[in-house]
């Protein structure tokens, strides 16, 4: 089967959830009530599941993080690009710096567990609880001027960090979780991609930019950065470093997924350009069912 036809289901969840925030009345704070759901409850299963039950080798594990961070690196010296190349405000820009290198974890890990299987799920949360901070911090270091400067709070309540530091003490102890603990945590998992992916699609917003064109080449600007030059820099890093196999797959697919979300948020709470934001979340991930299979066929997924 083509990748294509295997990263179909998640992106067909995607617009189902589009579909469904627009075509029925569910109300917004049904869909606030998902994503918090899914985001404290729900992928946190998922990470310490799929972590437990993976044999793990953190010193095979140091290229596939030095590659997932150096590809983010690349991410941003590009997107500092942007300002002098299109003009921006300074606020503008400070908002959009962040869509060059923050990553989709819900897409992520929906799509690493397709493609790869539990150890797929078990690598991407390897680099999912060190590349939060790294993003974290980077982004609201940008626009602390105009905002609040909490970031080592939102870091220490960040669930996918403590699931994933969770899940590597409990697998480095040898803890093996009773079949009705295992049981649990695999119902949790399973409910999470579905839902994850349905309000990926329900937070798309499609609003243009059409009356600001200095704005809109900056977007797409980085929609390229992060869909096209973040995966290019992983593929050849991770060669570089030796990643072959599983590793090379996950870290080329993390490098390949969509602005995250939260960008929009962090934005709008730090008094951003939360419009220009949203449209490169939504284009980077419409765009993005096409570019993945690519990246993903490209290194064997």
Same mark, same amino acid.
């Given at each position: 089967?083509?990748?294509? !036809?295997?990263?179909?289901?998640?992106?067909?969840?995607?617009?189902?959830?589009?579909?469904?925030?627009?075509?029925?009345? #569910?109300?917004?704070?049904?869909?606030?009530?998902?994503?918090?759901?899914?985001?404290?409850?729900? +992928?946190?299963? #998922? #990470?310490?599941?799929? /972590?437990?039950?993976?044999?793990?080798?953190?010193?095979?594990?140091?290229?596939?993080? =030095?590659?997932?961070?150096?590809?983010?690196?690349?991410?941003?010296?590009?997107?500092?690009?942007?300002?002098?190349?299109?003009?921006?405000?300074?606020?503008?820009?400070?908002?959009?710096?962040?869509?060059?290198?923050?990553?989709? %974890?819900?897409?992520?890990? =929906?799509? =690493?567990? *397709?493609?790869?299987?539990?150890?797929? /799920?078990?690598?991407?949360?390897?680099?999912?609880?060190?590349?939060?901070?790294?993003?974290?911090? %980077?982004?609201?270091?940008?626009? =602390?001027?105009?905002?609040?400067?909490?970031?080592?709070?939102? *870091?220490?309540?960040?669930?996918? /960090?403590? &699931?994933?530091?969770?899940? *590597?003490?409990?697998?480095?102890?040898? +803890?093996?979780?009773? $079949?009705?603990?295992?049981?649990? #945590?695999?119902?949790?998992?399973?409910?999470?991609?579905?839902?994850?992916?349905?309000?990926?699609?329900?937070?798309?917003? !499609?609003?243009?930019?059409?009356?600001?064109?200095?704005?809109?080449?900056?977007?797409?600007?980085?929609?390229?950065? $992060?869909?096209?030059?973040?995966?290019?820099?992983?593929?050849?890093?991770?060669?570089?470093?030796?990643?072959?196999?599983?590793?090379?797959?996950?870290?080329?697919?993390?490098?390949?997924?969509?602005? &995250?979300?939260?960008?929009?948020? *962090?934005?709008?709470?730090?008094?951003?350009?939360?419009?220009?934001?949203?449209?490169?979340? %939504?284009?980077?991930?419409?765009?993005?069912?096409?570019?993945?299979?690519?990246?993903?066929?490209?290194?064997?997924?």
């Amino acid at each position: 089967m083509s990748t294509a !036809l295997l990263l179909f289901p998640d992106f067909a969840l995607i617009l189902l959830g589009f579909a469904l925030r627009r075509w029925m009345a #569910l109300g917004d704070h049904f869909w606030a009530g998902v994503e918090r759901l899914v985001y404290f409850i729900l +992928f946190p299963a #998922l #990470l310490v599941n799929a /972590i437990l039950k993976t044999r793990l080798d953190l010193a095979a594990a140091t290229p596939l993080l =030095a590659t997932a961070l150096g590809a983010m690196a690349a991410g941003m010296a590009l997107s500092w690009l942007a300002r002098p190349l299109f003009g921006l405000k300074p606020m503008v820009f400070a908002s959009v710096f962040q869509c060059g290198y923050r990553f989709n %974890s819900y897409i992520g890990l =929906a799509a =690493a567990g *397709l493609l790869f299987g539990t150890p797929g /799920i078990a690598a991407l949360g390897l680099i999912v609880g060190v590349a939060v901070p790294f993003a974290n911090l %980077s982004s609201v270091w940008m626009l =602390a001027r105009h905002g609040e400067t909490g970031v080592w709070r939102e *870091l220490l309540r960040n669930p996918l /960090i403590w &699931a994933t530091l969770a899940g *590597l003490v409990l697998n480095l102890a040898g +803890f093996e979780a009773p $079949k009705p603990l295992a049981t649990f #945590l695999g119902r949790l998992a399973d409910a999470s991609i579905a839902l994850g992916l349905l309000a990926v699609g329900a937070a798309l917003r !499609l609003q243009g930019q059409g009356d600001r064109p200095g704005v809109l080449g900056a977007s797409v600007y980085l929609c390229l950065v $992060k869909l096209l030059a973040v995966p290019l820099a992983a593929l050849l890093l991770g060669s570089w470093l030796g990643l072959q196999g599983l590793f090379l797959g996950v870290a080329v697919l993390f490098a390949s997924l969509p602005t &995250a979300s939260s960008a929009y948020i *962090l934005a709008m709470r730090m008094g951003g350009d939360g419009r220009a934001v949203a449209w490169i979340i %939504s284009a980077t991930t419409l765009a993005s069912m096409l570019t993945m299979p690519l990246w993903a066929a490209r290194v064997g997924g």
